[in-house]
């Protein structure tokens, strides 16, 4: 399994995708953090909340682009059924296309640490800054991140169509992420706001961005993606049936 997954990393790697994944979220995070109105220093205060708002939403479309072809591709050119055939489990399958996936988000993630380093220095007095809320809010969205993998793996092994695999994907990570929330706001649900808010992203999101990281949203994190990569070893093994 470590060579597959080591497979999949360089593939990402050396890929225009991976390359390209990598730079549109470095540009667009930096972007609306440092350029756009309303940035940091348009705050006049030392905070990363506009890089923690932005980044949730600009993954929502760029992690479908990268699972997007992670099984229909493989579907599309019949290869497929040759990884089917190998020594290997369907699950170690979509276990080594995810951790991939979820590196590639990491290698994302990773230079924007930068941004925090920034506005420690520039912040009066230095390092004046709520660095729990930054810690907390760095977990929740590789979190976050990690979900909308599983989401995209499954949404991929649906179809043949990488186009077709992306707007699934992006579909389902926009319920997951707000749907709920939007949901729980209408007021003749009385009593089943909360149980519907905390069915969606947004509320243990938000949760881990106040800078605490409780056990209830790890495991909420952790079931989702258990649930979508089951759903994906499920479509997978659907074939021989």
Request: net charge neutral; aromatic share 14%; hydrophobic share 55%.
């Amino acid at each position: 399994m470590r060579a597959l997954i080591g497979k999949e990393i360089r593939g990402f790697l050396g890929s225009l995708i991976g390359t390209i994944v990598i730079v549109v979220f470095l540009l667009l995070t930096g972007l609306f953090t440092w350029v756009f109105p309303d940035n940091v220093l348009d705050k006049g205060y030392a905070d990363l909340g506009t890089l923690f708002f932005i980044a949730p939403w600009v993954f929502l479309f760029l992690v479908p682009a990268v699972t997007m072809r992670s099984f229909s591709e493989e579907r599309r050119t019949g290869t497929i059924e040759l990884l089917l055939t190998k020594p290997i489990a369907e699950m170690q399958l979509v276990l080594a296309k995810y951790l991939a996936a979820v590196v590639l988000v990491l290698l994302a993630l990773l230079p924007t640490l930068v941004y925090w380093y920034s506005i420690g220095s520039l912040a009066v007095p230095a390092w004046n800054l709520d660095n729990g809320g930054i810690r907390g809010s760095y977990i929740g969205l590789f979190f976050l991140a990690s979900t909308f993998t599983a989401i995209g793996l499954f949404a991929s092994s649906l179809t043949e169509s990488q186009i077709v695999a992306f707007l699934i994907a992006v579909f389902l990570c926009f319920i997951i992420h707000v749907g709920f929330q939007l949901m729980a706001d209408f007021s003749v649900l009385g009593a089943l706001e909360g149980p519907i808010k905390a069915m969606g992203i947004q509320q243990h999101y938000e949760s881990m961005s106040r800078g605490v990281i409780d056990l209830r949203d790890v495991l909420y994190f952790l079931g989702v993606d258990a649930i979508f990569l089951l759903a994906t070893r499920t479509v997978l093994q659907s074939r021989t049936w």
